[in-house]
């Protein structure tokens, strides 16, 4: 929005709060004619310039507006020009979702982890032995003392005093700046073996996978910047209240509209903080006499929700059907314990993409199940919105499903919008209840303008925007109230975004209403994924989870190697920060390391990445799978020809 | 074999579940949609969508820092230096260099060794007293805490005894029955919290602070205060109930206050020791599973303490509102507040002129048994408050709609009946700003007394 000119400033917004309708409009009109104009040139491509092209992208100077829009900032968000770079996450129904595949290492790796947990845990004992008798004052949190019994418990704080200590430098490493496809670490040293760590003063520009960016929307300029820029201008920062005590604002309506729309559900609720969507909204949906089916996996927020609602809990196994269907049979017809009544209801939890193993859920076979068992349906999208599917829908859009077929998709905004933040959606039955009988609807702040309109740019650049001229026919999409018609409505989603969806203040660039913006992003991030996925296999590595997740976790095993892997990654010559996790967010032998992908990133990034693994991987010797192995020049050469696979064989 | 299987296929055929969601009654939809909708900013005197501008005092905005231009001016800053969003959770790259220096303002402006900061206000506290009080610990909780409190007891699983709502001699029994229960079972020496609030959402009512104080290093227990109310609304610059009653806070082991309502950024805190703030940093369950803070917000925050520790005058106008406000409602019949007298957050509740139809059931037997403590075993109290919840609702729902055509947004306080562990009487929750002018104050609370006579003289 360098278009800063239409803008009066924010005094005079005080007092007049409202520009014509039109504004938004007769801006956009004037930007199509600009797009037209530059393209009628043959200045620019269809594709972003900007994106492509370095940063300083000029022309003539009534076009120069358009072109400051495009620009981002190369650390930020990486230019890439070559169309072949570029693929579309789909499910292809030849090659079904397997469950799980994992791959065991060689039995000596397994036997020297556990080899090396238990020595940790021997030294460790042996020091806490010493320690509480010769170094009274360093333990004193963890004794009784003078009345009071000790704060934490030196059982229950063992593993972070005496495992996770040792490689606490991997961890909660502070950072400063854009979250990026760089980002900046504020270097620091510990002068006593990780207790504490102080600053060096140094900083250091590394390469990000560690943040969650998968459409690569962290980002200090742009269109939605500018946007959430404008409306700190109007709004300030705070909402100062609850939903339901006078914290509503128009933009959560507007923000609340357009995601319903996005996730083509009849209506959304949104609340201020992701996990919190999980923990005070599940108490809604059950409560006593009612049964949550949940995977093994689910993440904690979760677990916290269904801890407070009440409802009976059953796990199954990670993402296998059998185990479900044969659990669903037996809790059917066992009805609730002791009493034997049948159960209220069944609701089954499971997340779209989950971010440990970089799996998907098997959503096909689950809407097959459904159907048969007439459970209820809620799928955490936290990872999969905006990441996986041909409109970045998740995995409903992903598999070809109507959204409509699950009964409630709850996500995040923390992960692919760069905002903050969750959703939850459904019918508007539903969704009106959860807004009343939520704990976040009375209780909790409501969401902050800034990041309500970071949703609603992204959310729209992502959709593309319909222009009031045409919009007749493809308006109908807005939501329609007399229920679910599949047919129908299922033609319409995942549609644009009208522009009186949009606050009529936000200014968007063309890219932004063609949604070639958004498309790339999508078509960016699913070329990465599937490159650093099938490469990192190609080299020998054992991964976990789906080719097309954006979430890649390679397996370590031996929990020293994190730690060394870790800082190896953070040294080299062009730093590549990476996050480590094992134990308790693991089973104890797969501890991993994790890269999160994003469209910022470049293919010439993920070649680098790939050739730090090769080189880290031959080190520490990880390259454990079985299969066919490319030298990484290959692998690097013959990127495009990876991606592009039906299946690496 | 086979027969079984087809039982049970038949089962599942037979199965019938209830709905998903039952439809809201016709009340509550009413409720919702009479819910004002602000456009544009919110503040002092915002614009709501039926084109009117009126005075709030529903929004928390105490200090008055909503629209605050300094704070803006930072933001936007950040936003350009940072982006919005934070991308990851604290242990993962998601802790800023903007975090690090919130925490110490906090940390500074209260006087305690270090802070750590969650995401929302709602789900510190449910997430602090279980990251400490496991099963087996004991809990002395007020009856009244909120309802963050109650889902952070219910996920701790520990054993709780209740003393009578802000009634420090209640709590002072309480610890001796337990002390002595303790003594009699010859349990191991566990970990002892007491919990409560500074002002309580529930009723504006304040903690006698030093008292709780005593009573705490005299038996020995370690003191969770939730000041999600008071920091950043009481004390000569909005430092909260330490400030107050001059206890330094680091007598108070876990001070816990939300971003949110004082500061009007985003989020809460618990500020502490520096083991009590290391310890959430694995153990808090919504601060490590959760992304952390958008670095604008906690700019926002550290803008806010800034300003507080610079201009006392807003508290002290805060302060003034209160009490031009207080002086016009304290003397209405129909009205009964609850809150302290220095409380910005007021509480009204309706008095109608003959409670006693209300008590079919015959009360002598309340009074014969009243004096003797509560139950501490039990939430309720033994001489429960009579009210009739639907019919004082809909009163203030009356009110708050009468007010609102006066130009005065209120809000009744929105409960979840049913889920609240006690009953909660039906109150309008004003929350004055030191926004205001005290002329604007005493013409809305003059609004107030007006509806409120009306709407109770209307329904004789």
Same mark, same amino acid.
């Given at each position: ?524 991030? $699913? ?111 013959? $990127? ?10 | ?460």
């Amino acid at each position: 929005m360098a278009i800063k000119s239409a803008s009066p400033t924010p005094s005079i917004f005080k007092k007049k709060s409202y520009p014509a309708m039109n504004t938004a409009a007769s801006y956009l009109s004037a930007v199509s004619e600009a797009d037209a104009r530059a393209r009628a040139h043959g200045g620019t491509p269809n594709s972003t310039p900007a994106l492509s092209l370095s940063s300083s992208v000029t022309t003539s100077s009534e076009d120069t507006v358009l072109h400051e829009i495009f620009t981002t900032v190369h650390t930020e968000f990486g230019h890439c020009g070559n169309e072949d770079y570029r693929y579309t996450s789909h499910y292809n129904p030849a090659h079904p979702v397997k469950g799980v595949t994992e791959q065991d290492p060689p039995y000596y790796i397994l036997l020297t982890t556990y080899i090396s947990y238990i020595l940790v845990i021997i030294f460790g004992h042996i020091r806490d032995f010493f320690g509480k008798r010769f170094k009274h004052s360093s333990y004193r949190h963890l004794l009784a003392h003078d009345g009071y019994a000790a704060l934490n418990s030196d059982f229950d704080s063992f593993y972070t005093r005496r495992l996770k200590l040792r490689i606490d430098d991997c961890f909660s490493h502070p950072v400063t700046g854009v979250p990026g496809r760089t980002i900046v670490l504020l270097d620091r040293y510990s002068p006593n073996y990780n207790k504490t760590f102080l600053p060096t003063g140094t900083r250091t520009r590394a390469m990000n996978l560690s943040s969650y960016n998968y459409l690569g929307f962290a980002q200090g300029k742009g269109a939605c910047t500018e946007a959430v820029v404008e409306s700190v201008n109007r709004y300030g920062v705070s909402a100062c209240g609850s939903r339901l005590e006078g914290g509503t604002l128009d933009l959560h309506m507007q923000a609340e509209s357009l995601v319903a729309r996005f996730i083509g559900m009849e209506d959304a609720l949104i609340s201020s903080m992701g996990f919190a969507t999980n923990s005070t909204i599940i108490p809604a949906l059950v409560s006593k006499g009612c049964l949550v089916i949940s995977d093994e996996l689910n993440h904690a927020s979760i677990r916290f929700g269904v801890r407070l609602s009440g409802a009976n809990v059953r796990v199954f196994k990670h993402n296998d059907m059998q185990a479900l269907e044969s659990l669903l049979r037996e809790v059917i017809s066992q009805g609730q314990p002791k009493t034997h009544r049948p159960w209220k209801k069944i609701l089954l939890i499971v997340e779209g993409l989950y971010s440990m193993e970089g799996t998907l859920v098997a959503l096909p076979q689950i809407i097959e199940l459904k159907k048969k068992y007439k459970f209820y349906l809620f799928i955490d999208e936290a990872h999969s919105i905006g990441a996986l599917g041909p409109h970045g829908r998740g995995v409903c859009d992903y598999y070809g499903i109507n959204p409509r077929s699950v009964d409630i998709l709850m996500g995040t905004f923390t992960k692919s919008f760069g905002a903050a933040g969750g959703y939850i959606s459904g019918n508007k039955v539903l969704v009106d209840r959860l807004r009343v009988y939520g704990h976040t609807g009375p209780y909790a702040e409501a969401m902050s303008p800034p990041i309500l309109t970071q949703i609603i740019a992204s959310m729209a650049s992502i959709m593309g925007i319909t222009l009031p001229e045409k919009s007749s026919s493809s308006r109908s999409l807005i939501r329609n109230t007399e229920g679910p018609i599949p047919g129908v409505e299922y033609e319409q989603y995942p549609g644009k975004a009208p522009v009186s969806a949009l606050p009529p203040w936000m200014l968007t660039p063309s890219t932004m209403v063609d949604g070639s913006e958004g498309l790339t992003r999508l078509r960016r991030l $699913a070329f990465n994924t599937r490159y650093l996925n099938r490469g990192l296999r190609k080299l020998g590595f054992i991964t976990y989870g789906h080719d097309d997740s954006p979430i890649v976790p390679l397996l370590l095993f031996n929990p020293g190697k994190m730690a060394v892997f870790s800082r190896l990654m953070r040294t080299r010559a062009t730093p590549i920060v990476i996050v480590v996790v094992a134990y308790p967010a693991t089973p104890l032998v797969t501890s991993r390391v994790r890269f999160c992908l994003s469209a910022s990133h470049t293919k010439e990034d993920i070649d680098t990445l790939l050739a730090a693994c090769d080189e880290i991987g031959d080190l520490l010797d990880l390259k454990q799978a079985a299969g066919e192995r490319w030298p990484l020049h290959e692998i690097i050469t013959r $990127a495009v020809e990876l991606v592009n696979m039906e299946e690496v064989p | 074999m086979k027969g079984h299987l087809q039982e049970i296929d038949e089962l599942v055929d037979e199965w019938v579940p209830e709905p998903l969601a039952a439809p809201l009654t016709p009340r509550e939809q009413a409720d919702l949609a009479a819910i004002p909708v602000i456009i544009g900013p919110t503040g002092p005197k915002p614009k709501l969508a039926s084109g009117k501008t009126v005075v709030n005092l529903a929004t928390y905005n105490f200090t008055g820092l909503a629209g605050n231009e300094t704070i803006k001016e930072r933001v936007i800053d950040t936003v350009r230096k940072y982006g919005l969003g934070s991308c990851g959770p604290p242990g993962f790259y998601g802790t800023q260099d903007v975090h690090i220096q919130l925490e110490q303002d906090i940390a500074d402006f209260l006087g305690t060794e270090a802070s750590i900061i969650y995401a929302q206000a709602f789900s510190t506290i449910s997430s602090v007293i279980p990251a400490f009080c496991k099963r087996g610990d004991i809990i002395v909780a007020d009856r009244g805490v909120n309802f963050a409190i109650q889902k952070g007891l219910q996920i701790s699983r520990c054993t709780i005894r209740w003393f009578d709502h802000n009634d420090m001699k209640s709590l002072e029994q309480v610890l001796q029955s337990t002390e002595k229960e303790w003594r009699k079972k010859k349990g191991p020496l566990t970990r002892r919290f007491i919990v409560t609030e500074g002002v309580f959402d529930h009723d504006g009512a304040m903690s006698d602070l030093p008292k709780l104080v005593e009573l705490k290093l005299k038996y020995k227990y370690r003191l969770i205060l939730d000041e999600s109310v008071s920091f950043g609304s009481v004390g000569r610059t909005g430092r909260g109930l330490t400030e107050l009653y001059n206890v330094p806070a680091s007598q108070v082991d876990m001070l816990v206050g939300s971003l949110a309502n004082g500061l009007t950024a985003c989020g809460g805190f618990c500020a502490g020791s520096h083991i009590v703030v290391n310890h959430q940093r694995i153990n808090g369950t919504a601060f490590v599973f959760s992304a952390a803070m958008p670095p604008s917000l906690a700019v926002a925050a550290s803008e806010g303490i800034n300003i507080l520790r610079s201009t006392p005058s807003i508290l002290s106008t805060l302060q003034d509102n209160v009490r031009a406000v207080r002086a016009v409602l304290d003397k209405v019949d129909c009205i009964t507040i609850p809150s302290h007298p220095a409380s910005p957050m007021i509480h009204l509740n309706v008095r109608l002129p003959s409670p006693t139809h209300l008590l079919p059931v015959a009360s002598p037997s309340l009074a014969s048994s009243s004096g003797k403590p509560s139950n501490p075993l039990s939430v309720h109290p033994r001489d429960p408050e009579v009210f009739d919840v639907e019919l004082e609702e809909r009163l203030l729902q009356d009110i708050v709609e009468e007010a609102l055509v006066q130009g005065v947004m209120l809000t009744r306080s929105k409960r979840l009946r049913g889920q609240e562990l006690t009953e909660v009487r039906p109150s309008i929750r004003l929350n004055l700003t030191a926004a205001l002018t005290r002329k604007d104050c005493e013409k809305a609370a003059a609004v107030i007394k007006a509806a409120f006579i009306k709407v109770v003289s209307k329904r004789k």
